[in-house]
């Protein structure tokens, strides 16, 4: 009898550590380019021809684009 709750208990245990490693592999896939993005908008922000209100514009606005 032992047997079959050691093996419940060691099945439970093996789901909830292959539901974490999912759930961490999805968090860092979806912030894997971030950086890109912050240099990207930092870069079109610091533009030598830029003058002073093109680069206070798109601080304020909130990019919904995925």
Not at 5 to 13: M, P
Not at 22 to 47: C, M, S, W, Y
Request: glycine content about 8%; proline content about 3%; charged content about 15%.
């Amino acid at each position: 009898m032992k047997q079959k709750y050691f093996s419940i208990n060691a099945w439970i245990l093996c789901g909830v550590c292959i539901g974490l490693i999912v759930f961490t592999f999805i968090l860092v896939a979806h912030n894997e380019n971030t950086p890109n993005k912050i240099n990207q908008d930092r870069d079109n922000l610091l533009g030598g021809s830029k003058t002073v209100l093109d680069r206070i514009k798109p601080i304020g606005q909130v990019n919904l684009s995925s």
